[in-house]
C-alpha cells in the first residue's frame, strides 16, 4: 500500500493564481481531512470529509474548496492564492471519522509559498 | 469545545535523560487523545492513543503517556531519551461522535549529546 500520496511536493504561485493540491488513499478510508501548519500554531483542519459526496469545513476553510468524488481521492483547491496562504499543507485519512479512536495517517505534506 | 494545550514550544535533554512533553486537553465529554511524532520533512506518525481502555497507555520507541482526568492531562513520557528522538511531538483530542480532531500547537524535542 502506498498510504496518503500527495502531489506536488512543493510549489510556488503569485498573488492571485489559483491551483489545486492532489491528495490519494489507498486504504478505502471513508474519512479524509485537509490540514496546514505554520509555525508555533500545530495543525489547523482546513475541510474534511465522512465519505465520498460529503464534505464539511473546519476551522480555517476561508479561500479554499474541496470536493470528493472517489472514496480515494480529496483535491484541496486554492481559489486566488494570497500570501497568508503560504505554509505546509497535510492531507491524512482515517477509518472513521475525525471524532473516533481511529488514529490518522498523514501524506508527506506540500509546502507551499506564494508571492 | 475541544482544545489542547502543550506546555513548551521547545524542550531540549540530554541523551539518556527522562522526556516529559506536557498535554492538558478540555473536552465536554469523555475524549480520544493522541500523541503524534513529526520528524524533519515527514508528515505525522501515531505514536499512541488513548481510547479509555486504560490510564495509561504505551506506544513506540519506548514512549508511554498517562491519562488523568481531574488533572485533564495527557503527559508524554520517555524514561531514557535517545538522539533519535528528536523532532516535534504534537498533542492531539478528539470527541465521541465528533468530526475533527484538533492539535495542540506542538512540542520540539532537543536531544543533546
Known amino acids: 500500500n502506498a498510504g496518503v500520496t500527495q502531489t506536488p511536493k512543493f510549489q510556488v504561485l503569485k498573488t492571485g493564481q489559483s491551483m489545486t493540491l492532489q491528495c490519494a488513499q489507498d486504504?478505502?478510508?471513508?474519512?479524509m481531512s485537509w490540514y496546514r501548519q505554520d509555525p508555533g500554531m500545530g495543525l489547523r483542519l482546513i475541510h474534511y470529509?465522512?465519505?465520498?459526496?460529503?464534505?464539511d469545513q473546519g476551522e480555517v476553510p476561508n479561500g479554499y474548496n474541496v470536493s470528493r468524488s472517489t472514496t480515494e481521492d480529496f483535491p484541496l483547491r486554492l481559489l486566488s492564492a494570497a500570501p497568508s496562504q503560504t505554509s505546509v499543507y497535510f492531507c491524512?485519512?482515517?477509518?472513521?471519522?475525525?471524532?473516533?479512536?481511529?488514529?490518522?495517517?498523514f501524506g508527506p505534506g506540500t509546502r507551499l509559498t506564494v508571492l | 469545545a475541544q482544545s489542547v494545550t502543550q506546555l513548551g514550544s521547545h524542550v531540549s535533554v540530554s541523551e539518556g535523560a527522562l522526556v516529559l512533553l506536557r498535554c492538558n486537553y478540555s473536552?465536554?465529554?469523555?475524549?480520544?487523545l493522541f500523541w503524534y511524532v513529526q520528524y524533519p520533512n515527514q508528515g505525522l506518525q501515531l505514536l499512541l492513543k488513548?481510547?479509555?481502555?486504560?490510564?495509561l497507555v504505551k506506544g513506540i520507541n519506548g514512549f508511554e503517556a498517562e491519562f488523568k482526568k481531574s488533572e485533564t492531562s495527557f503527559h508524554l513520557t520517555k524514561p531514557s531519551a535517545h538522539m533519535s528522538d528528536a523532532a516535534e511531538y504534537f498533542c492531539?483530542?478528539?470527541?465521541?461522535?465528533?468530526?475533527?480532531?484538533?492539535f495542540g500547537a506542538g512540542t520540539r524535542l532537543f536531544v543533546k549529546a
Open positions: 473536552s465536554s465529554v469523555p475524549p480520544y
Open positions: 486504504m478505502n478510508h471513508e474519512y
Open positions: 488513548y481510547t479509555s481502555a486504560a490510564t
Open positions: 470529509s465522512v465519505g465520498a459526496g460529503i464534505t
Open positions: 492531539a483530542v478528539s470527541e465521541t461522535g465528533g468530526f475533527k480532531t484538533i
Open positions: 491524512a485519512s482515517s477509518l472513521e471519522g475525525g471524532g473516533s479512536y481511529n488514529e490518522q495517517f
